[in-house]
């Protein structure tokens, strides 16, 4: 990927610039300019930051577009997407190229400098996420959702949930068709509002899916079980990125609730309902577990003691549901 994007740098084609969405994003050719090879997204071109090329205005005070997130912040929580997107045989090792459960293609952080990207003033080495670009059939705003394979719309709710993705919507769900049976695939893109610090934009589209009230097969509910937030926390300091506590809580706390609702046989719609809001000024389920463990505990508590906090009151809540519908 790294070597076919540079070759087609090397080769004088300029980086195409999407037409789509609100942050710069470059569509990067091969050496004989008719293939895309890969997608980079610079830093200082996300939405809201001080080169981004769609005329969005500049952040005042540092936040995204999304509540909880960070102009600047987007490419490494992409980078952190394909990281933490673990194959279903567990990690992928450190060279490896195993595919991840959800199937987020693989992304890294790189720099880059040519004339082709947003240069308002100087002409400088821009940093930004490059994700390897995947042949695609369109994305799933393009056709309705009944014809979308169950267990493809499972492996996009699962790293959503895990995620705690802002951002998630029908446009940025790419199909790809099988060649031997012509069956859809789902690959999940844009995951540059995903591990907020917290839960108040998360947006799942796939809950209005049919699939979404369908329950997880015995091997999804495995790979749920095997998920271990302090090991991502972990694995993703060790690829460059010290989470902040917050973002760190976030995703403590999503995969927590995600182990639970397996755990109690709860769907994904069931499961991702507590994490989003149902109006703009009512608090989610999971925004009101998070409060109510927060007010239980003395300021300056240990990161344990409030996440045991937040599991007896999840469960208490999750109880709650299972009594009500049993």
Known sequence: MINSSYAGLDSGH???????????????????????VS???PIDEEPM??????????????????????????ALREVAAYILDHPISGHRSLFGDEKGFAGVAPTIMAKCLHKGFNHPGDLTAKIGSLQMFVEN???CEDM???????????????LDMRLANADRHAGNILISKEKENDQA???????????????????????YWPQARQPYSPETIDYIKSLDAEEDIALLKFHGWDLPLECARTLRISTMLLKKGVDRGMTPYAIGSLMCRESLNNDSVIEGIVQEALD????????????????????????????SVS
């Open 14 to 36: 300029y980086p195409i610039r999407s037409a789509e969405g609100t942050g710069g994003a470059y569509f990067m050719l091969d050496s004989t300019g008719q293939k895309y």
């Open 39 to 41: 997608v980079f997204k």
């Open 49 to 74: 930051a001080v080169n981004n090329p769609r005329g969005l205005p500049l952040s005042l005070d540092g936040e995204g577009l999304k509540k909880g997130t960070r102009v600047g912040q987007g």
């Open 137 to 139: 059939n369109g994305s």
């Open 144 to 158: 309705g959702p009944g014809a979308f394979p169950v267990k493809e719309v499972h492996k996009i709710t699962v």
């Open 185 to 207: 695939v789902l690959i999940p893109i844009d995951h540059g509002y995903c591990l907020p610090t917290s839960f108040e934009d998360c947006t799942f589209e796939w809950l």
């Open 296 to 323: 239980s505990v003395l300021p300056g508590t240990s990161e344990v003691t409030f996440m045991d906090a937040v599991s007896y009151i999840m469960d208490q809540h999750l109880d709650e549901i299972a009594n």
